[in-house]
């Protein structure tokens, strides 16, 4: 049985390194990378500042920020040329209404700490009551009285109900959770343009929209990572090919890397903004961009 066990480990073992190698080998790049020359560094920053001149400058009570610099992603000599990728955003945050929304959080959690100073005595004695159920049902249970348990672990659940019910309060939880998700929602407006990226993943359950002059295909989804009601709306522009749940550029052989052959446009904004934002959009200026 040992020598059968130390079989199977460094047959294991084996497979590992094997399995790491193929990594290591999928890394490598034999003939090194290639980097763009400056003529074509200048061709792609004139495409990224008129891609940047298509979307709002500014938007009135809102701070715009937008990306430094040119960035193109360098490419394995081996494998054969591909269009010079490179992207950039624009970021909007919201500045004209801080001050009422410090005051909406201030408010609601100055009546929420003023319920918990009336609900605390209370609710601290359900709690010492529940660790001593918790204590007694341990005891039962070492000596195998489960009926008792059983019986103990009914009352934990009231009391941990009643605790509940005084937490919540008549409702000044559910407001402080209230006022907490209105501070947060429509505070940023972040739009990224991708010049002939790889590919654009679809996030969960995108559904198609109209789209925008110019575009082949666009979709729309919830996407909650960086507020409560924001919605993410995706262009694409160009020729691409649909791959499970993201789409895949399709750019032309022989053309000059330089070329715009693929672009995508990703807005994210609050779902009541997020209409207004894709209407300042120059969409027809990008769709220029594109070479047919």
């Known amino acids: 049985m040992y020598r059968q066990m130390v079989f199977v480990s460094l047959m294991v073992a084996a497979c590992v390194a094997v399995a790491a190698t193929a990594v290591l080998a999928d890394e490598v ?37 937008t990306q430094d610099g040119l960035s193109i992603d360098s490419q394995c000599m081996d494998d054969p040329p591909r269009p010079w990728e490179s992207s950039t955003y624009r970021v909007f945050e919201r500045t004209d209404d801080l001050a009422r929304r410090d005051a909406i959080a201030e408010d609601a959690s100055a009546q929420y700490q003023a319920h918990l100073q009336t609900s605390q005595p209370a609710m601290d004695a359900i709690m010492a009551r529940i660790q001593e159920l918790a204590a007694e049902a341990m005891a039962a249970g070492e000596v195998g009285d489960f009926d008792k348990v059983d019986k103990i672990n009914l009352e934990i659940e009231k009391a941990s109900a009643e605790y509940e ?35 654009e993943m679809l996030g ?20 909650t990572r960086s507020g409560p009601h924001d919605e993410t709306a995706l262009v694409l522009f160009g020729p691409w090919h ?32 997020l209409d207004t934002v894709l209407a300042g959009i120059d969409f027809g200026a990008l769709e220029a961009l594109v070479a047919r």
């Open 165 to 199: 019910k005084l937490m919540q309060g008549d409702g000044a939880l559910a407001s402080l959770d209230a006022a907490g998700e209105e501070v947060s929602r429509d505070r940023k407006i972040r739009i990224d343009v991708a010049v002939n990226p790889g590919w």
């Open 29 to 65: 790049c034999d003939r090194g990378f290639q980097s763009p020359t400056s003529e074509e560094e200048q061709a792609m920053q004139a495409v990224i500042d008129s891609a940047l001149s298509a979307l709002p400058a500014q938007v009135e009570g809102w701070t715009a920020y």
């Open 204 to 223: 969960y359950e995108a559904r198609s929209m109209p789209a925008p002059v110019g575009g082949s295909q666009a979709f729309r989804w919830a996407d």
């Open 242 to 273: 649909k791959n499970d749940d993201s789409y895949d550029a399709a750019p032309r052989t022989g053309v000059a890397q330089t070329v715009t052959q693929t672009l995508s446009v990703t807005v994210t904004a609050d779902t009541t903004r």
